[in-house]
């Protein structure tokens, strides 16, 4: 069984920062594919990054493109999303997650392709 744990999150100025953590139990850790996702109050949980098991290959939402960072720790197994500039429209419940991959290389991008989670973690961002 898979836990992911996150850590992080809280209350932040607009044009401040935060980071996020999520520390996972996986034993192949280069074989999970692993991405952040939101959800603000009343729209759907979508997008934010994504990064491969070999930690080499990244992708955002354009909404979050050159204001966050996400990385890995595959020795410790741990995500992070590293987020600046934040903006109001940041604000929402932020998750982790993680898929396994047949390639070390492969990215998800899409919820239904992850299978585990981390419990949400809200991010508020005042203006």
């Known amino acids: 069984q898979v836990q992911l744990v996150k850590s992080g999150g809280g209350y932040v100025q607009a044009g401040g920062s935060l980071r996020l953590s999520c520390a996972a139990s996986?034993?192949?850790?280069?074989?999970?594919?692993m991405g952040w996702f939101r959800q603000a109050p009343e729209k759907e949980r979508e997008f934010v990054a994504a990064?491969?098991?070999?930690?080499?290959?990244?992708r955002y939402a354009d909404s979050v493109k050159g204001r966050f960072t996400i990385s890995r720790d595959n020795a410790k197994t741990t995500l992070y999303l590293e987020m600046n500039s934040l903006n109001v429209e940041d604000t929402a419940v932020y998750y982790c997650?993680?898929?396994?991959?047949?390639?070390?290389?492969?990215?998800?991008?899409?919820?239904?392709?992850?299978?585990?989670w981390g419990q949400g973690t809200r991010v508020t961002v005042s203006s």
């Open positions: 997650a993680a898929g396994w991959t047949s390639s070390t290389r492969q990215i998800i991008t899409s919820p239904g392709n992850y299978a585990y």
């Open positions: 990064i491969t098991g070999s930690g080499d290959v990244t």
């Open positions: 996986l034993r192949t850790s280069s074989h999970y594919a």
